[in-house]
Structures are given as structure tokens and as C-alpha cells.
Nanobody, 120 residues
Framework: QVQLVESGGGLVQPGGSLRLSCTASGIIFSINNMGWYRQAPGAERDLVALITTDARTNYANSVKGRFTISRDNAKNTVYLQMNSLKPEDTAVYYC??????????????WGKGTLVTVSS
């Protein structure tokens, strides 16, 4: 079974920083895109940032210039460096990976989420 496990969430003051990590484990043949999504209370889950296998990135407009996504392909890990955090960044952050296990098609996998709370 494939698992995506996030870490690094917590409580931070406005203007502060956090770094999220997500590692994929299990029988993995290859990983395509990896990304971070977030879901605030009462809202839908939205894309925060995406990174391809060749490190091309895409960001939501609301986080451009503040968040940076990166990945370590050797470790099957994706990171999200979040700077200048705002209260509106408060949400559960979910890791996502499009990956292939053995001789299968690519499928989307999700982590269970990590809570980020930005508050003074």
C-alpha cells in the first residue's frame, strides 16, 4: 500500500514561517506531479502549489511570492516552504502525488492532512 505522510504543520503567528514535508512510501514505480492543496473550514479543497518531475512549478495566486514548493526525487518527498504567513492561510494542508505502483496507470494519492493555523 502507498502512503503519503505529511509533517510540519502547527500554530504560527502572522508573518511567520513553516515548512511542510510529505513523503511517499510503499511500492512505488514512479512519481509524476506532486503538490499541496488546502482546505479551510467550510471551503473546498484548492490547489496551493504543484511541481513536476523536472521541477516546473505552479502556484495559486494567493501564495505567489510567499510559498515555495520543492521536491527530492530520491526521497520521494515534496516540501512546501511557507513564509509571510497570513491568517487566511489557516487550513488543513494535503499532500498529493500522481504515481504509479508497478505495471499500473498513474493514480492520485492523498495524505491525511496537516493543520496549519496562523493566529496571534
Amino acid at each position: 500500500q502507498v502512503q503519503l505522510v505529511e509533517s510540519g504543520g502547527g500554530l504560527v503567528q502572522p508573518g511567520g514561517s513553516l515548512r511542510l514535508s510529505c513523503t511517499a512510501s510503499g511500492i512505488i514505480f514512479s512519481i509524476n506531479n506532486m503538490g499541496w492543496y488546502r482546505q479551510a473550514p467550510g471551503a473546498e479543497r484548492d490547489l496551493v502549489a504543484l511541481i513536476t518531475t523536472d521541477a516546473r512549478t505552479n502556484y495559486a495566486n494567493s501564495v505567489k511570492g510567499r510559498f515555495t514548493i520543492s521536491r527530492d526525487n530520491a526521497k520521494n518527498t515534496v516540501y512546501l516552504q511557507m513564509n509571510s504567513l497570513k491568517p487566511e492561510d489557516t487550513a488543513v494542508y494535503y499532500c498529493n502525488a500522481l504515481l504509479r505502483t508497478g505495471a499500473t496507470t498513474y493514480m492520485n494519492y492523498w495524505g491525511k492532512g496537516t493543520l496549519v493555523t496562523v493566529s496571534s
